[in-house]
Nanobody, 123 residues
Framework: QVQLVESGGGLVQPGGSLRLSCAASGRMFSIDAMAWYRQAPGKERELVAGISSGGSTNYAEFAKGRFTISRDNAKNTVYLQMNSLKPEDTAVYYC?????????????????WGKGTLVTVSS
């Protein structure tokens, strides 16, 4: 059983910064790609940033230059540093991870989601 728990959300003023964290726990053989998604009211969930097991990253256009995704494999944690926040960034931010579990000859890779953390950018 794998669980992802996000933290770091909250209320911040426009132009401010937040650092989100997502810690994975449970029996895992390895954590592969990890990513942050977000969903604003009335809108579809969208990718914010992703990071591979090797450290390669990709960002949504709105995140480029403002957000930075990183990971600490020793802590099974992925981070999202968000700077220059805008009201449009207000959303529930979700952590996603591809996790391989099981034994070497019987392994499974599944996608897991956290329950989300709310980020509100407002004056």
């Amino acid at each position: 059983q794998v669980q992802l728990v996000e933290s770091g959300g909250g209320l911040v003023q426009p132009g401010g910064s937040l650092r989100l964290s997502c810690a994975a726990s449970g029996r895992m053989f390895s954590i592969d790609a990890m990513a942050w998604y977000r969903q604003a009211p009335g809108k579809e969930r969208e990718l914010v940033a992703g990071i591979s097991s090797g450290g390669s990253t990709n960002y949504a256009e709105f995140a480029k230059g403002r957000f930075t995704i990183s990971r600490d494999n020793a802590k099974n944690t992925v981070y999202l540093q968000m700077n220059s926040l805008k009201p449009e960034d207000t959303a529930v931010y979700y952590c996603n991870a591809a996790v391989t579990t099981g034994q070497p000859m019987i392994q499974y890779t599944n996608n897991y989601w956290g329950k989300g953390t709310l980020v509100t950018v407002s004056s």
